[in-house]
């Protein structure tokens, strides 16, 4: 087994086939199928089904450690050439798009300002989106939405924010300062999908005062979701970050007394040291964290970790 076979077979994958593979090696389609067949003999199992160009679930489960070892292998040559004094090289960041939108443009900042030869690639997703590419090795840590209880991972806790009801000015319960979640389930809801952190949460607290939240809609995504409430499309449940001051419109922001807060973590694989890039990176985004925990309305720290769903 060598660089090579592991090379012809990721291509396979991210190109949907042998032709499209060879010409993004730059070589030929003999070479990429002769590099997955050994490969194959070697592992003793067919990773490429012929008909198609998909990859076996065997094949999958390989070109997701292949990435692993060449991410690897990069931020050996990376940490290599950072030995000196200055740090070069890519830190590969994933992070949520709520989190994203005030954290980004200050951590360029400071990444541009303190190590110049850095250079940030920022992937805005959801937390669901961000776990298998972390997993893959595609990015070196994310900024997710807690709780992850996946032991492949290091978790560590960076904020709470509070959850808030954003409604049109025209919804019944636009006028109030504050409500609890059963007046909330009195009403349909643009909600995330179940089997998200942030839904199974809401779920979790309204079957404990034996209520149940209605989708009016199902969204994965908080901005989305806030932005179709701004828009007058209905009632939705958000973190406080999702609700940016400069957005105008008919619409309002009321508190919800009996939700826990949302918890937000940094992630990153718990067996792969990260790259000298992505550690500057890393500290530069507790940095704009730190900076920030005192400006931003309904933001907290966690020093001593979020609080269990199940404590509260």
Request: no cysteine; charged share 20%.
């Given at each position: 087994m060598d660089l090579r076979q592991l090379a012809a077979l990721v291509a396979v994958a991210d190109h949907g086939g042998f032709s499209a593979a060879a010409r993004a090696l730059h070589t030929v389609q003999s070479n990429v199928s002769a590099h997955v067949a050994r490969l194959e003999r070697e592992l003793g199992t067919s990773l490429v089904d012929r008909r198609s160009g998909q990859l076996t679930g065997e094949g999958e489960a390989v070109v997701e450690r292949s990435r692993r070892i060449h991410a690897e292998l990069d931020a050996m040559a990376v940490?290599?050439?950072?030995?000196?004094?200055?740090?070069?090289?890519?830190?590969?960041?994933?992070?949520?798009?709520?989190?994203g939108r005030w954290l980004v443009p200050r951590l360029v900042e400071l990444i541009h300002l303190e190590h110049p030869l850095v250079r940030p690639v920022v992937l805005d997703a959801v937390t669901t989106s961000l776990i298998p590419q972390l997993r893959a090795g595609q990015i070196d840590f994310a900024l997710i939405n807690l709780p992850l209880d996946d032991p492949e991972f290091e978790v560590e806790p960076l904020f709470d924010e509070d959850r808030v009801l954003v409604t049109p000015t025209s919804h019944p319960l636009a006028q109030r300062e504050?409500?609890?979640l059963a007046e909330v389930a009195e009403h349909d809801l643009l909600l995330p999908p179940r089997g998200t952190v942030f839904r199974d949460e809401l779920d979790q607290v309204a079957g404990r005062i034996d209520v149940e939240l209605t989708a009016q809609?199902?969204?994965?995504?908080?901005?989305?979701?806030?932005?179709?409430?701004?828009?007058?499309?209905?009632?939705?449940?958000?973190?406080?970050?999702?609700?940016?001051?400069?957005?105008?419109?008919?619409?309002?922001?009321?508190?919800?007394?009996?939700?826990?807060?949302?918890?937000?973590?940094?992630?990153?694989?718990?067996?792969?040291?990260?790259s000298m890039p992505a550690r500057v990176t890393?500290?530069?985004?507790?940095?704009?964290?730190?900076?920030?925990?005192?400006?931003?309305?309904?933001?907290?720290?966690?020093?001593?970790g979020p609080t269990p769903l199940t404590e509260i």
């Amino acid at each position: 087994m060598d660089l090579r076979q592991l090379a012809a077979l990721v291509a396979v994958a991210d190109h949907g086939g042998f032709s499209a593979a060879a010409r993004a090696l730059h070589t030929v389609q003999s070479n990429v199928s002769a590099h997955v067949a050994r490969l194959e003999r070697e592992l003793g199992t067919s990773l490429v089904d012929r008909r198609s160009g998909q990859l076996t679930g065997e094949g999958e489960a390989v070109v997701e450690r292949s990435r692993r070892i060449h991410a690897e292998l990069d931020a050996m040559a990376v940490d290599v050439a950072s030995m000196g004094e200055v740090v070069s090289g890519t830190a590969r960041v994933g992070v949520i798009g709520t989190v994203g939108r005030w954290l980004v443009p200050r951590l360029v900042e400071l990444i541009h300002l303190e190590h110049p030869l850095v250079r940030p690639v920022v992937l805005d997703a959801v937390t669901t989106s961000l776990i298998p590419q972390l997993r893959a090795g595609q990015i070196d840590f994310a900024l997710i939405n807690l709780p992850l209880d996946d032991p492949e991972f290091e978790v560590e806790p960076l904020f709470d924010e509070d959850r808030v009801l954003v409604t049109p000015t025209s919804h019944p319960l636009a006028q109030r300062e504050s409500v609890s979640l059963a007046e909330v389930a009195e009403h349909d809801l643009l909600l995330p999908p179940r089997g998200t952190v942030f839904r199974d949460e809401l779920d979790q607290v309204a079957g404990r005062i034996d209520v149940e939240l209605t989708a009016q809609a199902e969204v994965d995504g908080m901005r989305l979701l806030a932005s179709l409430a701004f828009q007058g499309f209905g009632a939705t449940i958000v973190p406080s970050g999702a609700v940016p001051s400069y957005v105008a419109g008919d619409w309002t922001v009321v508190a919800i007394d009996d939700l826990p807060p949302r918890s937000v973590g940094l992630v990153h694989r718990r067996k792969t040291m990260l790259s000298m890039p992505a550690r500057v990176t890393r500290d530069a985004v507790l940095a704009v964290v730190s900076d920030q925990l005192d400006r931003r309305i309904g933001m907290h720290s966690v020093p001593t970790g979020p609080t269990p769903l199940t404590e509260i």
